[in-house]
């Protein structure tokens, strides 16, 4: 790294000490000062803003939950701008642990400090561990949870995936140890404060793998790569925000974090406040869904090709480009209801004088987020149990028009997806392989979610996205997404980093 007169501070205020570096400023309290005066995080209009600080903490203090303890990341959503997941193993255990105390710890981002430009660091610094990791550090708590025990390449055949074939090497097995996540809004902040981290740690962890996220550039800030606007409906966690949004799914805090109300698990105490984090590199090929949009477009009176095309990606999804949701604009995209929060998620499926149970006039039950959120589907009020904070973040380049003409991936692209619960049977794992992978629910013969369902890479039917008629079904030849692994780690509160962790 180049040191200029704007890297060295921001380097320094990062990292907390300065080994690395020939100027050394022996005072710690800088780290206190202000550290910024833009976010580090994005906003655009259509996904729910987090909280105030004084909302949050209002929050937190009527439930009683501590949100200086909670990693930063669990409970903020897709809004990380530039993000490093830095997958490492641990080398030398009775090394790594002080350091992990003295010089991980200081650095590791809560909640609290992500709700205020003012207290947010230079790159947020978040960590977590697969149970082969705990194990690396001597932990021999069960931490409540079979999935996190077997890792999740023990799970692949259930989560649909064609073998490991497609698997980055790296996540085929259980050598993976834990997961740094870096995020902050340039990419020059990431990499100087993944060579601190680095520098600090040395050879007590090896560097197994990185996958470089980033938010896609201008209007596309927050869309995914298909293009569809993400990020808009995560569940309102009891503690954190007072008032959810219309539509927006109160959960109680032990939904996501171990060991608080609602969460039903044995766990040691430590494990409070931790989360389990669901990682999984899914690769979209963008070119190949926009030619199957083409070649299949809805055929109704008074749209065109385009946008019978565009009809059928957004009843794929269940929400059009913009985030408006086809249960409230069935046949058109509305744009300014897709960038309004107070709208843009209030809907359940069912609508007066329509049956629920069969008209798939407004939404396909298939519908990727009719799948892996029912709403009343399943009967009001509705399940409490099955909803995951996703904090994803895509990665890869922009389509290039040489894919495009050609209709075919040439360089990899996709969502680097993250799912918190305090369960994993209960929510990613339960998302991908009870809802979304299996075509009788919820309804018999609905069919594969149409994005994210899987069969071991067979052709997947789906019934019920052409409106004009719901038996209609259409085969879906290939995967659009194509699973590349992942792992299944546990972020844990600061303090159990600080007592049980590193000790
Ligand atoms: C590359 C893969 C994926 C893409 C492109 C994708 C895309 C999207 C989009 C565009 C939305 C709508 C925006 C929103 O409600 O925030 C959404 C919502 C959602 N997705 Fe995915 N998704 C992917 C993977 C997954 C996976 C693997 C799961 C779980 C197994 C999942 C679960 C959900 C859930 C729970 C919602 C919210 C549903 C609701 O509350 O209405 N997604 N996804
Ligand atoms: C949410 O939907 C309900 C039922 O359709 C409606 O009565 C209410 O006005 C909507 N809220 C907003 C903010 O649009
Ligand atoms: C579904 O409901 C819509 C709106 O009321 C209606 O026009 C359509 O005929 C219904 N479709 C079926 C299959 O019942
Ligand atoms: C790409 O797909 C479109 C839509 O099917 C088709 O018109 C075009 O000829 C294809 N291009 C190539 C190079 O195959
Ligand atoms: C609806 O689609 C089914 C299956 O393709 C077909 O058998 C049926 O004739 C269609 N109904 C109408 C009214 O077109
Ligand atoms: C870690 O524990 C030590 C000793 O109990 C305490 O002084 C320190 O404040 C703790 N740090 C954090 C971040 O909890």
């Not at 300065?18 to 710690?28: G, P, W, Y």
């Not at 999935?147 to 989560?159: N, P, S």
């Not at 090497?169 to 990499?191: E, K, R, Y």
């Not at 040691?268 to 083409?294: I, M, Y």
């Amino acid at each position: 790294m180049k040191l200029t007169a704007n890297t060295i501070p921001a380097f320094l205020l990062l990292a907390g000490f300065a080994s690395a570096l020939t100027v050394r400023q022996d005072s710690t309290s800088h780290l206190l000062q202000p550290r910024r005066t833009k976010s580090l995080l994005i906003s655009p209009a259509a996904q729910p803003a987090l909280p105030t600080i004084q909302e949050a903490t209002a929050a937190a203090a009527a439930a009683g939950l501590n949100l200086d303890n909670i990693q930063g990341d669990i409970l903020i959503g897709m809004k990380k701008n530039q993000e490093l997941f830095y997958f490492f193993s641990i080398a030398d255990a009775a090394a790594f642990k002080p350091k992990l105390a003295s010089d991980i710890l200081p650095l590791i981002t809560t909640t609290t400090q992500l709700l205020q430009v003012s207290t947010q660091p230079t790159t947020m610094l978040n960590i977590a561990f697969s149970a082969t990791g705990l194990s690396a550090l001597g932990i021999t708590d069960s931490l409540g949870d079979a999935d996190f025990a077997g890792g999740q390449f023990a799970a692949l055949t259930a989560l649909g995936d064609p073998g490991s074939t497609n698997w980055v090497p790296q996540f085929a097995g259980t050598n993976i140890h834990g997961v740094m996540l870096f995020a902050s809004d340039t990419v020059a902040n990431i990499d100087a404060a993944v060579a601190s981290v680095e520098s600090a740690l040395g050879s007590s962890i090896t560097k197994l793998y990185t996958l470089a996220g980033a938010v896609r550039p201008g209007s596309e800030a927050g869309h995914e790569p298909f293009g569809f606007l993400d990020g808009i409906s995560n569940p309102a966690v009891e503690g954190f925000i007072a008032t959810p949004l219309p539509g927006q799914a109160p959960v109680a805090a032990g939904t996501i974090l171990l060991g608080e109300s609602g969460d039903t698990g044995t766990r040691p105490a430590w494990a409070q406040d931790g989360s389990f984090l669901a990682f999984r590199q899914l690769s979209q090929l963008v070119p190949e869904f926009n030619k199957f949009l083409t070649d299949n477009p809805i055929v109704m009176d008074g749209l065109t090709p385009q946008q019978g095309s565009d009809l059928l990606g957004a009843r794929m999804m269940g929400r059009w480009k913009s985030g408006a949701p086809v249960d409230l604009s069935p046949v058109f995209d509305d744009p300014v209801l897709g960038a309004d929060p107070t709208r843009n998620n209030n809907f359940t499926f069912e609508h007066d004088g329509v049956n629920l149970a069969t008209n798939q006039t407004f939404c396909p039950f298939a519908a990727h987020i009719r799948k892996t959120r029912p709403r009343a589907d399943l009967g009001t009020p509705e399940d409490a149990i099955h909803h995951i904070i996703r904090a994803g973040i895509p990665y890869g380049p922009e389509v290039s028009d040489q894919e495009a003409a050609s209709n075919t991936t040439t360089t990899e692209r996709g969502l680097a997806f993250v799912a918190y619960q305090s369960n994993l049977a209960n929510g990613f794992q339960f998302l991908q392989q009870i809802w979304a992978n299996k075509p009788n629910f919820v309804h018999t013969g609905e069919g594969y979610d149409p994005i994210v369902g899987a069969d071991a890479g067979a052709p997947r039917v789906v019934t019920g996205l052409d409106p004009t008629n719901s038996t209609k079904s259409l085969t879906l030849p290939i995967d659009f997404i194509v699973s590349r692994g992942g792992e299944y780690f546990f972020a844990p509160s600061l303090s159990a980093i600080n007592t049980t962790l590193s000790v």
